[in-house]
């Protein structure tokens, strides 16, 4: 247990439908992360809030949306998703530090499979 | 930008033996370099890092290894157990963005056959 709770742990949805993403973190930290996990690939850097401030927005389609109202809380919404989208969804925090060297907890991650 | 290259992508190895997993950078300026174990159905999880300023760190049976100059580190698993099967992901933080974002290498499956 890393103290960084996702739900839910699977989601299936159709490429029109709504959803959530959830990610809290119970550690006291100030930053947070979203990540993309496919098959063969590394893990994809998607958002960064530091502070609820997003920072990093590594080119992610519209289709995402993050939100973060808190430091202990994060979502990603997603809508009209694609089936390419399929893949686990990892939110992560850490304290916060500048300037590099920031050790980062993960969550359990969100399997999602959009049909 | 930072990239970082992880070999081997698969690695069997039997109950007792050691398991070397090598990882290469490409950012200069890059000064933490953290190894993630994950396990099937979790996240991932550290399980041990090191920062530019020491060469090499332990923790019981897994070491790490930076050569800073040469630009690769290196992750160490002794007296290796059935329940070290996981995939391993090597990582260097990267100094683009606010606050020094990490960069994945591929990862590596190991077995350990009892």
């Known amino acids: 247990e890393t103290g960084v709770t996702q739900t839910p742990r699977h989601l299936v949805m159709g490429m029109t439908n709504k959803k959530s993403l959830k990610c809290e973190q119970h550690l006291g930290h100030n930053a947070m992360y979203w990540y993309k996990q496919s098959a063969k690939k590394p893990l994809e850097l998607m958002f960064v809030?530091?502070?609820?401030?997003?920072?990093e927005n590594n080119s992610v389609p519209s289709r995402f949306s993050p939100e973060c109202p808190n430091s202990s809380h994060l979502f990603l919404h997603l809508h009209t998703l694609q089936p390419e989208d399929s893949a686990l969804y990892l939110c992560a925090s850490s304290q916060g530090q500048r300037g590099g060297g920031d050790t980062q907890y993960f969550g359990p991650g969100t399997r999602l499979t959009v049909l | 930008g930072e990239n970082v290259e992880q070999h081997p992508s698969t690695l069997s190895v039997q109950e007792g033996d050691s398991a070397v997993i090598k990882c290469t950078y490409s950012d200069s300026a890059s000064n933490y370099f953290p190894w993630y174990k994950q396990e099937l159905g979790k996240g991932p999880q550290l399980i041990i890092d090191i920062r530019s300023n020491v060469g090499e760190k332990k923790d019981q049976r897994i070491a790490v290894t930076l050569n800073k100059t040469a630009k690769h580190f290196s992750l160490h698993i002794t007296e290796t157990q059935p329940e070290d099967s996981a995939v391993y992901f090597c990582?260097?933080?990267?100094?683009?963005?606010?606050?020094?974002?990490?960069?994945f290498g591929k990862g590596t499956k190991l077995s350990v056959k009892p």
């Open positions: 809030y530091n502070f609820k401030e997003q920072t």
């Open positions: 990582a260097a933080s990267s100094h683009g963005g606010s606050q020094g974002n990490l960069i």
